[in-house]
């Protein structure tokens, strides 16, 4: 399969900083008794891995802008382009031992993502989204799940945790959904909750309080394999709010109304 020389860029950064979490992964279980601890490796991991991206990407693309979970935002010469980077989407999972973790690549234009790349080094699965060509998984193309009715689908969620998000109003939106679907699931990694959804692993997703690096590249996968994704309004802008939910276009359209009469 060819892609363009950018997908390129963004495939070979992704690879690079990807075999050094995977090497990381490997010292996890070591660090569980070591003096400071496994937080502060994995902290140190991340780190290195944004690094690693920072200098790829800006290297094949010199002057474009960076935003990264871990250094924030660096400003390019180019103001039409920035990278938008996660280098560990997944972090309590990596922590956990839990092969459930990725790194995630957006690069917008303007205000629109126009490139996305998400990658999982624990199993070598590679998303590639671009723009009008497509969404593909290693090379398979992609496409979301084709049901129309929600209790055949199994939705994925994002569960807010100690000391983050709202936890009644999620509990109001679990139970709004739950009751009407085949099957709930948490995997802890936004990045690939939505490279699932335009894989048709799950059928739907929604997960309010994400920032931009959990989304950006996710969106556009989701949209090239033909589905919908949208802010809990129906039409915000999800970088920008952080709340989502995704699926094909009658899934969306089910969740959207569960989710808007929930949260009332
Ligand atoms: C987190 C994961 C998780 C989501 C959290 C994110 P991190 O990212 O994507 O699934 O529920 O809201 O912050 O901290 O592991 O990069
Ligand atoms: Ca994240
Ligand atoms: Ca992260």
Redesign the pocket.
Known sequence: MQHSALINVMVKAALRAGRSLKRDLGEIEHLQVSLKGPANFVSLADKRAEEMLYTDLLKARPGYGFLG?EGGTREGTDKTHTWIV?P???????LHGIPQ?AISIGLKREDTIIAGVIYNPANDELYIAERGKGAFLNDQRLRVAGRRQLNECVIGC????IG??DHALFRAEMEAIQTKVAGLR??????L?LAFVAAGRLDGFW?R???P??IAAGQILIREAGGTISGLDGHDDTLATGHLVCGNEYVHRELLKLLKAAAK
């Open positions: 979970e996660d560990l989407d997944g972090t309590t999972n990596f973790f994002g569960l807010p945790h983050r998000g948490r995997f802890g990694a936004a990045s909750d997960e309080d994400l920032s690096w959990d």
